[in-house]
């Protein structure tokens, strides 16, 4: 009965492999988020999604695809991966102006 | 997006030391939501505040809102070894959340 699940939680691969995070929420929440935490534990939201309408797109290479297929699901897909992408990647869902409910996150590392 | 500062970055303490810690920005928040992130964990929600001069009390942890509303402070009592995690504060404006960079927190026996 988890409310924000993410998977995998772990993620080794190559650099210039393709690979993909899923989330799913069961609160019911239109609004659901990717945030990357780097090295030095910094939070920084990416993408943002409201009815599976794209709404925030942050400063993110174009390497990086979010795809909403329904209001419970935020998926990211990442394109030929770099060193620098390694990271804890955090999926989170809520209502406007309201509390984050977040994942456990998917800890990404590039070789 | 406002900048938010958080102080110290990192705190080391015993077990039964008080501690606090700070949010800071040169901009007025419309509120504020202070979390807490275990490790292995996403960030956990612990409080908002919203109105100038607001205290909230969770158990042993006191939150202050400043009253121009520009900084917060959050203040442990008693640290205890599971308040160990990393205390982020945040700010919420329309659908994004944006947080500061955190203060460490280490509780050692």
């Known amino acids: 009965d988890t409310a924000v699940s993410q998977t995998p939680k772990y993620l080794v691969t190559q650099m210039g492999n393709d690979k993909s995070i899923k989330c799913e929420q069961n609160?019911?929440?239109?609004?659901m988020y990717w945030y990357k935490q780097d090295s030095k534990k910094f939070l920084k939201i990416m993408f943002s999604?409201?009815?599976?309408?794209?709404?925030i797109n942050e400063t993110v290479p174009n390497r990086f695809s979010p795809k909403s297929p329904d209001k419970a699901h935020l998926n990211l897909h990442i394109n030929s991966l770099e060193l620098g992408d390694s990271a804890v990647y955090f999926c989170?869902?809520?209502?406007?102006?309201?509390?984050?409910?977040f994942g456990s996150g998917t800890q990404l590392s590039v070789l | 997006t406002q900048l938010l500062e958080q102080s110290p970055q990192f705190l080391s303490i015993q077990e039964g030391e008080n501690l606090t810690v700070y949010c800071n920005s040169s901009?007025?928040?419309?509120?504020l939501q202070w979390y807490r992130q275990e490790p292995g964990e996403g960030p956990v929600l612990l409080v908002t505040?919203?109105?100038?001069?607001e205290v909230k009390k969770l158990k042993r942890l006191t939150f202050q809102f400043g009253d121009a509303r520009k900084d917060s402070s959050l203040h442990i009592t008693a640290a205890q070894p599971g308040d160990t995690g990393l205390y982020l504060c945040?700010?919420?404006?329309?659908?994004?959340?944006?947080f500061g960079k955190g203060t460490s927190l280490l509780v050692t026996p």
């Open positions: 989170a869902s809520g209502r406007v102006e309201q509390k984050l409910f």
């Open positions: 609160l019911g929440h239109d609004t």
């Open positions: 999604y409201n009815n599976k309408e794209l709404i």
């Open positions: 901009s007025v928040f419309s509120s």
């Open positions: 505040v919203v109105t100038g001069g």
């Open positions: 945040a700010q919420k404006s329309g659908y994004a959340l944006n």
